[in-house]
C-alpha cells in the first residue's frame, strides 16, 4: 500500500503541468489532439499491469529519477515547458521502477511512451526532424501508439522481457544522434540583427503590406508585418514577427509550408558571415518554387534555427523572427545572391 501511495505522489509533478497541457491541447492547432495518447495510456495501463505484482525496490532508478525531477519543478531554469511535461512523465516512470523493479517497469515502458507522444510539442519536434508534412508526423505517432499496444500485448503473452541497459543504450544511441544531426545550429550564436524595412533599400524599393485576417489569427499575442520588395525583375517578401509571450505561435518555417502543402526540396544552414547565418529553404509547390531565408533574434544575439530560438527563448525579452523568400525560376544562385544583396544592404542599414 506504501508503494502505491508514493506512486501516486510522483504523479504530482505531472499535475503541476496539467494547466499548460489543457491550454496547449485547446490553443494550439498542432497540439490539440494529443490528449488521444494521455487517453489511451489509461486502459493500456490496467492492461500492462493486470495481475503483476511488484518486486523488490531497485535503486537503480535513481539516477533517472532525481534528474528528471529537477528539470521538471525546476521550469523556470531552462524555460522549456515541453521538457518539464516529459521529466513529469519520466518521473512517473522511473517512481514505477523504484518502487516495483526493472521488471515491472518494463511492463508500463510502452504506457510511457505513449505519454511522452502526447508531450506538447512532439508533432512539429517529430516532422522536424523526419522533414516531413505534420500530417506524416501524426501518421508515425499513431504508428508508435499502435507498436506500443502490440508491445504490451507481446509482453503479457510470452513474458519476454529486455533488460534496461539495452534499452538505455537504445535511446542513448537516438538521442546523441539526434542532437548531433541538429547540433552547429543549435548553439550558433551569431550577433544580434533586428533590421529596419523602409521603403527605399539601395535597389529595392518596398511597401508595407496588411497581413490578411488568418495572419492576424495566428499571431495573436505576436506583432506581425509583412513587406513587400520590387528590383526590376526582382520581388522579395518578408515577414516580420515580434513574438509575444505565446512561443506555441512560432513554428519553424519549414514546417509551416509543408503544413500548406509546400515540397521542402533542401534545408541547409547558410553562414553568410562568421557571426551570421540564415536557414535556407528551397520549397515549391505546384509550379511555383520559391528559396526562403529565416533567421531568429533576440537583443542579445541571432541563431539560424527553430531549435536555436526555442534554446535561448526567455519570457519577458524581446524576441523577433524574420521570413524573406524570393521567386526562383530555375537559378537558385541567382536567388540566392540577389537574397544576400537585401540582406548586406539591411545590415548596411542598421550599422549607420
Keep these: 500500500m506504501i508503494k502505491i501511495i508514493l506512486i501516486c505522489v510522483s504523479f504530482l509533478p505531472l499535475l503541476i503541468h496539467s494547466t499548460y497541457l489543457w491550454q496547449t491541447w ?15 495510456s489509461i486502459p493500456a495501463t490496467f492492461w500492462a499491469i493486470h495481475k503483476e505484482k511488484f518486486e523488490k525496490c531497485d535503486f537503480y532508478a535513481l539516477p533517472v529519477l532525481i534528474p528528471c525531477l529537477i528539470l521538471t519543478l525546476l521550469e523556470q531554469i531552462h524555460h522549456i515547458n515541453a521538457l518539464a511535461v516529459a521529466s513529469a512523465v519520466c518521473v512517473i516512470f522511473s517512481a514505477v521502477w523504484l518502487l516495483g523493479s526493472w521488471n515491472f517497469a518494463y511492463k508500463v515502458l510502452p504506457i510511457t511512451i505513449l505519454l511522452l507522444l502526447g508531450t506538447p510539442s512532439s508533432s512539429y519536434q517529430l516532422s522536424l526532424v523526419m522533414m516531413c508534412p505534420v500530417a506524416t508526423a501524426w501518421a508515425v505517432k499513431f504508428l508508435l501508439a499502435v507498436l506500443c499496444l502490440i508491445w504490451i500485448w507481446y509482453t503479457k503473452r510470452t513474458g519476454v522481457l529486455v533488460k534496461c541497459s539495452t534499452i538505455f543504450f537504445l ?36 511597401r508595407s503590406i496588411q497581413p490578411d485576417a488568418n495572419t492576424k489569427r495566428f499571431f495573436v499575442t505576436s506583432t506581425v508585418k509583412q513587406y513587400r520588395y520590387t528590383k526590376a525583375d526582382t520581388e522579395i517578401s518578408v515577414l516580420a514577427v515580434e513574438c509575444g509571450e505565446n512561443i506555441h505561435e512560432i513554428h519553424p518555417a519549414s514546417h509551416c509550408l509543408r503544413t500548406s502543402m509546400w515540397t521542402v526540396h533542401s534545408e541547409d544552414v547558410l553562414y ?30 541571432s541563431t539560424p534555427g527553430f531549435l536555436g530560438f526555442r534554446r535561448h527563448f526567455r519570457p ?15 537559378d537558385v544562385e541567382r536567388g540566392r545572391n540577389e537574397l544576400k544583396k537585401f540582406v548586406q544592404i539591411l545590415r548596411s542599414n542598421k550599422e549607420q
Design 171 to 206: 535511446a542513448a544511441a537516438l538521442v546523441t544522434g539526434l542532437i548531433l544531426l541538429h547540433s552547429k545550429a543549435l548553439y550558433f550564436k551569431g550577433t544580434s540583427f533586428i533590421p529596419e524595412f523602409p521603403s527605399h533599400c539601395g535597389e529595392f524599393w518596398g
Design 26 to 40: 485547446t490553443g494550439s492547432r498542432l497540439d490539440h489532439w494529443d490528449w488521444i495518447f494521455f487517453l489511451l
Design 272 to 301: 553568410l558571415h562568421d557571426n551570421f547565418a540564415v536557414t535556407e529553404i528551397d520549397a515549391s509547390k505546384g509550379g511555383n518554387r520559391i528559396l526562403v531565408w529565416v533567421w531568429y533574434s533576440s537583443e542579445k544575439l
Design 316 to 330: 519577458g525579452e524581446k524576441h523577433y523572427t524574420y521570413q524573406i523568400s524570393i521567386p526562383l525560376n530555375s
